[in-house]
């Protein structure tokens, strides 16, 4: 019988320095050590894409597509060549591979890309070799094999996807947290960590701006029911497993979106706006048709490019960040009820919103983004810390 086949993701801190890559390959013996065949997906060392990124705009402010791909993938290059090279001075052997030699098939979406399959036959070779596998995240190739990227944070994706080529048994991400939180806990430090979530929830939750998993591989997960684990590269808890699809009433998590920008335009334009996000396949974060005030929001990171397209038609354009509410209500006046209060609330705290929305699942609100972080903390212990616990534990920090 084959020994059970292990996919683990460690992302840029945990692979941050030789230090840490050191303790990464100790780990990943282990996992081999108590008799499991492991791939694992390194992400580039913290700071690595950025700086990469940063260079690129030295170029140009919007770089040629499949260049920047090129560039980007460098730095996942660098880290899983590094963690092999150690496995192997451990005395495990070990190979690295880029996302093209790991069978990593995507469309052709540079900077965007998804991935359309895997030919594991390579990865699987290897492994019967009794090899440890070590395959670059976040990077595969077209069909014309040119480089590409998954979008920021796609190495969870690159593992998820790859544990279900590889029908493994689990796929466990190591990152610099120990779990998933209620919230960001570097944004809200009452955030609680979660033993468990189902996929409908996790998926909200990362598609409305928690960084903790890239939505692609929670839809992916999902999907193909992926046994799927978060928990910390540093420390030995149990993280949080992400499963199933059934779920209690109530707020579970809020998640914050940074970066997103409003972009303003006459009210006659809205609609050619919407088209201009979808012929450039930018999603759209909202869309805005208030008295005096239409236009979309979308990610600050898309906006030079409908900028450059849609340039003369834009009236305005204003940071603005998201809050939003995730959770199961009983009814939609529930709902409504939510976004209400958190208003009321806001506005107490001197807090303008700029938008509300009411989704199935969710509430969103927009505000000024020097303001969200406070908001997120308002927000979040109203609705999911109860104040008899807040209570507590501001008295335990007092004694
Ligand atoms: N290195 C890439 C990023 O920073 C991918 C990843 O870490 O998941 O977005
Ligand atoms: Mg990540």
Same mark, same amino acid.
């Given at each position: 019988?084959?020994?059970?086949?292990?996919?683990?993701?460690?992302?840029?801190?945990?692979?941050?320095?030789?230090?840490?890559i050191?303790?990464?390959? !100790?780990r990943v013996?282990?996992?081999?050590?108590?008799?499991?065949?492991?791939v694992?997906?390194?992400?580039?060392?913290?700071?690595?894409?950025?700086?990469?990124?940063?260079?690129?705009?030295?170029?140009?402010?919007?770089?040629?597509?499949?260049?920047?791909?090129?560039?980007?993938s460098?730095?996942?290059?660098?880290s899983?060549?590094?963690?092999a090279?150690?496995?192997?001075?451990?005395?495990?052997?070990?190979?690295?591979l880029?996302?093209?030699?790991?069978?990593?098939?995507?469309?052709?979406?540079?900077?965007?890309?998804?991935?359309r399959?895997?030919?594991?036959?390579?990865?699987?070779?290897?492994?019967q070799?009794?090899?440890?596998?070590?395959v670059?995240?976040f990077?595969?190739?077209?069909?014309?094999?040119?480089?590409?990227?998954?979008?920021?944070?796609?190495?969870?994706?690159?593992?998820?996807?790859?544990?279900?080529a590889?029908?493994?048994?689990e796929?466990?991400?190591?990152?610099?947290v120990?779990?998933?939180?209620?919230?960001?806990?570097?944004?809200?430090p009452?955030a609680r960590?979660?033993?468990?979530?189902?996929f409908?929830?996790?998926?909200?939750?990362?598609?409305?701006?928690? !960084?903790?998993?890239?939505?692609?591989?929670?839809?992916y997960?999902?999907?193909?029911?992926?046994?799927?684990?978060?928990r910390?590269?540093?420390?030995?808890g149990?993280?949080?497993?992400?499963?199933?699809?059934?779920?209690?009433?109530?707020?579970y998590?809020i998640a914050v979106q940074?970066?997103?920008?409003?972009?303003?335009?006459d009210?006659?334009?809205?609609?050619?706006?919407?088209?201009?996000?979808?012929?450039?396949s930018?999603?759209?974060?909202?869309v805005?048709?208030?008295?005096?005030?239409y236009?979309?929001v979308?990610?600050?990171?898309a906006?030079?490019?409908?900028?450059?397209?849609?340039?003369?038609k834009?009236?305005?354009?204003?940071?603005?960040?998201?809050?939003?509410?995730?959770?199961?209500?009983?009814?939609?006046?529930e709902?409504?009820?939510?976004?209400e209060?958190?208003?009321?609330?806001?506005?107490?705290?001197?807090?303008?919103?700029?938008a509300?929305?009411?989704?199935?699942?969710?509430?969103?609100l927009?505000?000024?983004?020097?303001?969200?972080?406070?908001?997120?903390?308002?927000?979040?212990?109203?609705f999911i810390v109860?104040?008899?616990?807040?209570?507590?534990?501001?008295k335990?920090?007092?004694?």
């Amino acid at each position: 019988m084959k020994e059970p086949l292990l996919v683990l993701k460690f992302g840029g801190t945990s692979v941050g320095s030789i230090e840490r890559i050191t303790e990464v390959a !100790k780990r990943v013996a282990l996992f081999k050590d108590s008799g499991h065949r492991v791939v694992v997906v390194v992400s580039a060392m913290s700071g690595e894409t950025n700086r990469l990124m940063t260079l690129a705009n030295q170029v140009d402010t919007v770089p040629n597509e499949r260049e920047l791909d090129v560039l980007l993938s460098a730095g996942e290059q660098v880290s899983m060549a590094l963690l092999a090279m150690m496995l192997n001075k451990m005395g495990y052997p070990a190979v690295s591979l880029t996302g093209g030699q790991a069978g990593v098939i995507t469309d052709n979406l540079h900077n965007d890309a998804t991935i359309r399959h895997i030919n594991t036959g390579y990865i699987e070779a290897l492994l019967q070799q009794n090899q440890i596998v070590v395959v670059a995240g976040f990077q595969g190739v077209n069909e014309n094999g040119d480089i590409t990227t998954l979008g920021r944070g796609g190495s969870d994706t690159s593992a998820v996807v790859l544990a279900g080529a590889l029908n493994a048994d689990e796929c466990q991400i190591f990152t610099d947290v120990d779990g998933i939180y209620s919230c960001d806990p570097r944004i809200v430090p009452t955030a609680r960590k979660l033993d468990t979530i189902d996929f409908p929830h996790m998926e909200i939750m990362a598609s409305k701006g928690a !960084k903790v998993l890239h939505l692609p591989c929670v839809c992916y997960a999902w999907q193909n029911q992926v046994p799927l684990r978060v928990r910390s590269s540093f420390s030995s808890g149990e993280g949080t497993l992400v499963k199933g699809s059934d779920a209690e009433f109530g707020v579970y998590g809020i998640a914050v979106q940074k970066d997103l920008i409003f972009v303003e335009v006459d009210a006659r334009e809205v609609d050619a706006l919407i088209s201009q996000c979808q012929l450039l396949s930018i999603p759209v974060w909202s869309v805005i048709e208030q008295t005096e005030r239409y236009g979309v929001v979308v990610k600050e990171s898309a906006y030079g490019r409908l900028a450059l397209v849609f340039a003369e038609k834009i009236r305005n354009s204003d940071r603005v960040s998201s809050l939003s509410a995730i959770g199961t209500p009983k009814s939609s006046s529930e709902v409504q009820g939510i976004v209400e209060r958190s208003c009321e609330l806001l506005a107490g705290a001197g807090i303008d919103v700029f938008a509300s929305f009411a989704g199935n699942n969710y509430t969103m609100l927009l505000l000024k983004p020097d303001v969200v972080e406070k908001a997120a903390n308002i927000i979040h212990n109203k609705f999911i810390v109860s104040e008899e616990v807040l209570e507590q534990q501001q008295k335990l920090a007092v004694s």
